[in-house]
């Protein structure tokens, strides 16, 4: 683009030194030469500005998208945690004093996990502006994580 404005600059002062040795007629030609590169310069430029606006409403479009989808998998993983925390507390009731030492531990590991869970929820869900990619990945290892525990 800068090029390009650069060219229509160039090809104006071009003319304008021409202009000032040349007949009326070739005046009139350099003048409308100058005239439609800077026109063409100028529809350039408005494309390149609707190409940059469009590729930024699509990727806007994309992360709310991942987003959404991000948000529906963390919900499953909560309901899936909150799952595991009852039948932690079942057991708990059920077992015997060494095995509710275990029960009670491993309620608190998942409890600490859905907290994490709930904190990525609202993180996924504001307008923070970040880096989605480097978010998004490091949302992704922590839900392999808890799965992994909850197996």
């Given at each position: 683009m800068k090029t390009k404005t650069i060219l229509a600059y160039a090809l104006f002062a071009i003319g304008t030194i021409s202009f000032s040795s040349c007949t009326r007629d070739e005046k009139r030609d350099i003048a409308d030469t100058t005239q439609d590169a800077q026109d063409k310069v100028e529809a350039e430029a408005d494309e390149v500005a609707s190409d940059v606006k469009n590729g930024a409403?699509?990727?806007?479009?994309?992360?709310?998208?991942e987003k959404d989808e991000m948000a529906?998998?963390?919900?499953?993983?909560?309901?899936?945690?909150?799952r595991e925390i009852d039948e932690a507390e079942d057991k708990i009731k059920t077992a015997s004093e060494k095995e509710k030492a275990r029960w009670r531990e491993r309620r608190e590991k998942l409890k600490e996990k859905l907290d994490d869970v709930d904190d990525?929820?609202?993180e996924v869900r504001s307008d923070a502006k970040q880096d989605w990619k480097e978010f998004k990945r490091k949302l992704n290892n922590k839900i392999d994580d808890i799965q992994k525990d909850i197996e």
């Open positions: 409403d699509q990727t806007a479009e994309d992360i709310k998208r529906v998998k963390l919900e499953r993983q909560r309901d899936e945690l909150k990525s929820i609202k």
